[in-house]
């Protein structure tokens, strides 16, 4: 059973950045990874993915060139580095995880598990 914690969430200014990071146990790291977020009121939406190996990456248009997805296979995590954060980010942020060795999915429904998620609030 995978188990994934995120963590790094919290308030920042406009313009601001912060690291999220996604802690994975229970695997031996060949799973895609993706970061979700859902925002209040709204429907739980794809933000980024990396493959098994780090070598293909998904972004949703939103947040192309300000997020960076990334990973560490040695220590089980994966990352979502966000600069120049804007109010709309503003969401609870989810990481999950898909044993597809393929092109990692941008699609809620295909990801096998979910972390708890970390809330991000930007303000303006």
């Known amino acids: 059973q995978v188990r994934l914690v995120e963590s790094g969430g919290g308030l920042v200014q406009a313009g601001g950045s912060l690291r999220l990071s996604c802690a994975a146990s229970g695997t031996s790291g060949t799973y895609a990874m993706g970061w979700f977020r859902q925002a209040p009121g709204k429907e739980r939406e794809f933000v980024a993915a990396?493959?098994?190996?780090?070598?293909?990456?998904y972004y949703t248009d939103s947040v192309k060139g300000r997020f960076t997805i990334s990973r560490d296979n040695t220590k089980n995590t994966v990352a979502l580095r966000m600069n120049s954060l804007k109010p709309e980010d503003t969401g609870v942020y989810y990481c999950a995880a898909d044993g597809n060795l393929g092109y990692p999915p941008r699609v809620e429904i295909d990801y096998e598990y979910w972390g708890q998620g970390t809330q991000v609030t930007v303000s303006s």
């Open positions: 990396i493959s098994w190996s780090g070598s293909v990456t």
